[in-house]
């Protein structure tokens, strides 16, 4: 099965439940929520979907709640329509997933490496941390990114 449908399906599985009788994985809940947000472009339903209305932000740049994300996201996206999101790899262990990716802006741009860090509660991403690093065009070893 392909990964994206296999986390739709998941996601689907999972949103159709009672809360209760929810068993949520923080990975599911993290691979869903990004693959709705940044792959499917789908910033209000993946953050009131997935996200907690409490969210706690670090990024420096972005306000805290899931109101504030959506507000700042949406608008993003619309202004970055060829914006386009590559999910490598996800790590989980407890309750907090780790999601190495790569972003660019337009076809041909080297774009960034992005990490983001999410705590999971209650099937729900309640907590971000993030950090970028721009793609080099020239790097001391040949092994890449990602």
Not at 2 to 31: D, E, F, H, S, Y
Not at 40 to 65: C, L, S
Not at 72 to 93: D, Q
Not at 97 to 108: I, K, L, P
Request: with cysteine.
């Amino acid at each position: 099965m392909r990964p994206i449908l296999a986390v739709t399906l998941a996601a689907l599985a999972l949103g159709a439940q009672p809360a209760a009788a929810r068993q949520c994985k923080p990975k599911q809940v993290v691979t869903a929520f990004m693959t709705q947000f940044y792959i499917q472009k789908d910033v209000r339903g993946a953050f009131e979907t997935w996200v907690d209305p409490g969210y706690i932000q670090h990024n420096p740049m972005a306000a805290t709640g899931r109101d504030a994300a959506i507000g700042f996201l949406e608008p993003f996206f619309k202004n970055n329509p060829a914006m386009k999101y590559e999910i490598k790899r996800v790590i989980a262990e407890g309750d907090l997933v780790v999601v190495h990716s790569w972003g660019r802006f337009a076809e041909g741009d080297r774009g960034m490496a992005v990490v983001d860090i999410l705590r999971v509660k209650g099937c729900k991403v309640v907590e971000h941390w993030d950090v970028l690093q721009p793609v080099p065009e020239k790097s001391a070893n040949a092994n890449g990114m990602f």
